[in-house]
């Protein structure tokens, strides 16, 4: 990952509603939310959460596809993989046993996006 992608995601991450939107769909899984549920289960207004989910976006966190006449967003799982890689590939020089939990949660958030079958 290059800074400025990692600058742009962290940036994005760094307001208390758009880092509340992102933990609801990390939560909801691979098939995500209708902007609808998410506005009512965050109670924000939906111009809000739009702002926050076109920020979002754009940092390459949330991924948006159409479904009748709702949008579904869902979290980008292998961007926030990369991102928690990122943020630990150097961690605990000369002593990789104090990054194990670190790097467990990295390998979880990898296998998130992954479809249930």
Not at 38 to 61: F, H, K
Not at 85 to 103: S, Y
Request: one cysteine or more; glycine letters at 12%; proline letters at 3%.
């Amino acid at each position: 990952m290059k800074i400025n992608a990692a600058v742009g995601a962290l940036s994005a991450l760094g307001h208390p509603g758009r880092l509340a939107a992102f933990r609801a769909l990390v939560q909801a899984g691979g098939d995500g939310l209708a902007a609808g549920e998410l506005a009512r289960r965050l109670e924000v207004p939906a111009n809000t959460l739009s702002g926050s989910l076109g920020i979002l976006a754009r940092a390459g966190l949330v991924t948006s596809r159409r479904h009748g006449r709702s949008i579904i967003y869902a979290a980008d799982h292998a961007m926030m993989a990369e991102l928690l890689g990122w943020l630990v590939e150097d961690c605990c020089e000369g002593a990789p046993a104090l990054c194990e939990p670190l790097m467990a949660v990295v390998a979880s958030a990898a296998r998130c996006g992954v479809a249930r079958a």
